[in-house]
């Protein structure tokens, strides 16, 4: 009957052991097809168990893993946390974390997990997420973030963030030093009380245009403790978070000095074509790019004709001077000289000209002035002056000049030969000569006075020489 009892037994553990097989093959069929990645590992941390996702996970196959202590792949987890992490899930039951994982390759990869402990079996059930990608888009945010909020810090531009109703969220350093208020007093006011009221209209139309095409870019005046800014701005939105972004820059200063440049502009283009001096701009090869109405005249041809033109084809001889004055201007940038032009009505004239090159674009001005008329009157007064001197000479008269005070300036041959006098006469004057009778005195006081008036006159007055007494 024993023996009857012990088959019985057999038996039924037999049946029991094969039901309790048939229910981990179960469990492990049921492991292999979930759809994360599932690990077992005994108490010394020795896997028994990875479904093909774990082996997928870390790209060995599964006959590679048995046998392989997890702690292979956690070099990466410090061991305290490590330690943390097991106390918690023997405390619990149940533990979820996160671990850096590295494989066999060196591939680093990110994963959370649910352990799960079994003590009858003294083995811990790991289920595992691959969230490399979700990782590393959490870090490209972060950097994004980070990088946004330097540019936000140190950004030269002013740049306001504010919501749909217009209330500052954020604002940048250069903004606050701008409008000489802090982050804490500009946040939660209305963008909108900063803008001038001139452009209030046009920039309401600009933050309708931004909900429409995302962004847009204009002028705006904004109106603060400082006085007022002139910005020229781009307005973005953020469709996820609803917030708007002005990126403006301060063009205060830079439309002031245009002011002033296209004052100054003006200004020269009245002087350029009012000036009586004749202006022209040329460059290296020659050619006129530029000239005002009196270089115009000067030259007999219209402006428009003028330009294109090249200057040197005016000069009327280029002789070895032409060559030096050209090379001079090159050494040293600047020249003055006179110079003789043919114009295209064939007439010739002398122009006096000073030129400078500029050194950014070696274009070069060149200021022109007639002085053909003054050549001719230097000509006419030369041969007045050698006929003066022929006639001065050949006299049979003695002819004095002198001047106001009474210095001799000259004398012809035949005044000294009259006079007795030699041909130095550096220390004398009139008075020196003129040995004036006592009674006689006042009659050439007479003749100095209406000399003086008429700038003529004829008078006989005795003097004495050292010989003889003459009259003149």
């Not at 245009?258 to 022209?280: G, M, Y």
């Not at 002056?385 to 001065?392: G, H, L, P």
Request: glycine residues 4%; hydrophobic residues 35%; negative net charge.
């Amino acid at each position: 009957m024993s023996d009857t009892l012990q088959t019985d037994a057999l038996q039924e553990c037999q049946s029991e052991l094969s039901s309790l097989r048939q229910q981990i093959k179960m469990y492990y069929d049921f492991f292999g097809v979930i759809s994360d990645a599932l690990i077992i590992v005994n108490k010394e941390n020795k896997i028994v168990y990875a479904n093909n996702l774990a082996c997928s996970l870390l790209k060995l196959r599964e006959k590679e893993l048995y046998h392989l202590f997890l702690d292979k792949f956690l070099q990466l987890v410090p061991k305290e946390i490590l330690d943390y992490q097991t106390n918690m899930l023997y405390k619990d039951g149940v533990f979820s974390d996160e671990w850096t994982i590295k494989l066999a390759d060196g591939t680093i990869k990110y994963v959370e997990y649910v352990a799960t402990l079994d003590q009858l079996e003294e083995k811990r059930i790991y289920r595992i997420k691959d969230i490399t990608s979700l990782k590393r888009k959490e870090q490209e945010r972060n950097v994004s973030v980070q990088m946004f909020a330097d540019l936000l810090n140190l950004a030269v531009d002013n740049i306001v963030i504010y919501n749909k109703e217009g209330i500052i969220v954020d604002v940048n350093p250069s903004f606050c030093r701008t409008v000489g208020v802090s982050k804490e007093h500009v946040a939660g006011k209305n963008i909108d009380e900063f803008v001038s009221p001139r452009y209030m209209e046009q920039w309401l139309e600009g933050k309708a245009k931004v909900d429409q095409e995302g962004s847009v870019k204009g002028e705006v005046v904004f109106t603060h403790s400082k006085g007022y800014t002139h910005y020229e701005y781009t307005t973005s939105t953020n469709m996820l978070n609803g917030l708007y972004m002005s990126i403006m820059r301060d063009v205060t200063e830079k439309l002031i000095i245009e002011n002033q440049l296209k004052k100054s502009e003006r200004n020269f283009t009245e002087l350029f074509e009012q000036t009586l001096d004749a202006i022209v701009f040329w460059n290296k090869e020659g050619e006129i790019i530029h000239v005002n109405q009196s270089a115009a005249k000067i030259f007999e041809t219209d402006k428009k004709d003028l330009i294109g033109l090249r200057l040197t084809d005016f000069v009327l001889t280029k002789d070895a001077r032409y060559y030096y004055l050209v090379n001079e201007l090159y050494e040293n940038k600047a020249i003055r000289a006179e110079m003789f032009f043919l114009m295209p009505n064939g007439q010739r004239k002398l122009l006096e000209f000073t030129s400078r090159m500029h050194d950014e674009d070696h274009h070069i001005i060149t200021i022109f002035r007639n002085v053909s008329e003054k050549y001719q009157m230097e000509l006419q007064l030369r041969k007045s002056e050698q006929k003066f001197r022929k006639v001065f000479e050949d006299s049979i008269d003695g002819l004095i000049l002198w001047d106001s005070s009474g210095n001799i300036a000259d004398i012809n041959e035949s005044g000294m030969k009259i006079l007795g006098i030699p041909r130095k006469l550096s220390t004398h004057t009139v008075y020196d000569l003129i040995n004036l009778d006592p009674e006689n005195a006042r009659n050439f006081e007479d003749y100095l006075k209406e000399l003086d008036q008429n700038e003529f006159s004829s008078s006989i007055i005795p003097i004495h020489l050292k010989t003889e007494r003459l009259s003149m």
